[in-house]
Structure formats: structure tokens, C-alpha cells
């Protein structure tokens, strides 16, 4: 199936089951136990904008990444309740040099290691869409896209 048509049948599926855009990323990124409405649809509770829940940041490989070149990893800054920040966005990158940095096979046994010098030699771009091309407006978010400029295939430390 084509990426786009996928993509299309995934917001079909939201819309058919869940009360709104927000409600999916709340109870998928953030984990908000999701309850059904009486339409039969999918709900969450509405997220605290003060306190515990008001900045909370969940950074993930983006559920349906753009059509890139072979090799970019897309990403998605997920922020509740506020804007995404620039320091945000600094924290995340460092996140995935991290996530890249440690062991990513434990399942055999011997680790398959990115090396802390590939690591740091990805090629970095980060965005947020314009309100008109947002797919879920009342979270922001924002796009971090990488690949290694070292000739390594990242695309294996997808989860």
C-alpha cells in the first residue's frame, strides 16, 4: 500500500475511532488512560494546563513519517500545554544522540554499539508546521528529522 494511502486510512481509523486527534496523542504519547464516550469513541481526560501535566514533552519516531530520502529518521517533540521551545528541541536532539550512543541489541547478548563518534556526526533539521499543515493543532509539536552524515545506515534504531 502507498504511504500516503496508509496514512489516509489511519486518519479514517482515528476519526472512526477516537473522539478527537488530541485524544489519540494524548493516550498514545502521554499515556492518558483513554475511557469510551457515549458516541463509542475513544476519549481521554483533558490534560491539566497548570501543574503536573502542563509541559510534560514526550519525543517518538513519528507514527507515519514523511517520504525522505532512505537513512532520515523522522521524529516528533510532543509539549503539553505550551509552545515548543528551542531548548526543548536542543534537549531532544541530545536525546537521540544519546538513544544512538548506548546499546540497541541487548536481546543477543552483545551489544550492536553507535559508536559516541557517529553519534554526534548526524545531520540534524527541526521544524514545526504552520497551523494550516498541522495534523493535531492543540498539542504542540515539532518535527526533528536526522541522518548520518558518516555513510551509517541509522534507519536500524527504529523501535
Known amino acids: 500500500m502507498a504511504q500516503e494511502e496508509e496514512y489516509q486510512r489511519?486518519?479514517?481509523?482515528?476519526?472512526?475511532?477516537?473522539?478527537?486527534?488530541?485524544?489519540?496523542?494524548?493516550?498514545?504519547?502521554?499515556?492518558?488512560?483513554?475511557?469510551?464516550?457515549?458516541?463509542?469513541?475513544?476519549?481521554?481526560?483533558?490534560?491539566?494546563?497548570?501543574?503536573?501535566?502542563?509541559?510534560?514533552?514526550?519525543?517518538?519516531?513519528n507514527d507515519y513519517p514523511y517520504n525522505l530520502e532512505e537513512g532520515v529518521c523522522h521524529w516528533v517533540l510532543w509539549v503539553l500545554g505550551r509552545e515548543v521551545s528551542e531548548k526543548d528541541i536542543a534537549q531532544a536532539k541530545a536525546d537521540i544522540v544519546k538513544k544512538l550512543s548506548r546499546d540497541v541489541d541487548g536481546r543477543k547478548g552483545k551489544g550492536v554499539s553507535y559508536s559516541a563518534a557517529a553519534a554526534t556526526n548526524l545531520e540534524f533539521v527541526h521544524y514545526v508546521n504552520p497551523p494550516h499543515l498541522q495534523s493535531f493543532r492543540e498539542i504542540d509539536h515539532a518535527h526533528i528529522l536526522y541522518r548520518s552524515v558518516t555513510g551509517v545506515n541509522s534507519t536500524i534504531f527504529r523501535d
Open 10 to 61: 489511519f486518519r479514517k481509523d482515528l476519526a472512526d475511532s477516537w473522539a478527537s486527534g488530541t485524544d489519540y496523542v494524548l493516550h498514545t504519547k502521554f499515556l492518558f488512560t483513554k475511557y469510551r464516550g457515549a458516541d463509542g469513541r475513544w476519549r481521554t481526560t483533558a490534560p491539566q494546563t497548570e501543574g503536573g501535566d502542563c509541559g510534560a514533552t514526550v519525543l517518538a519516531l
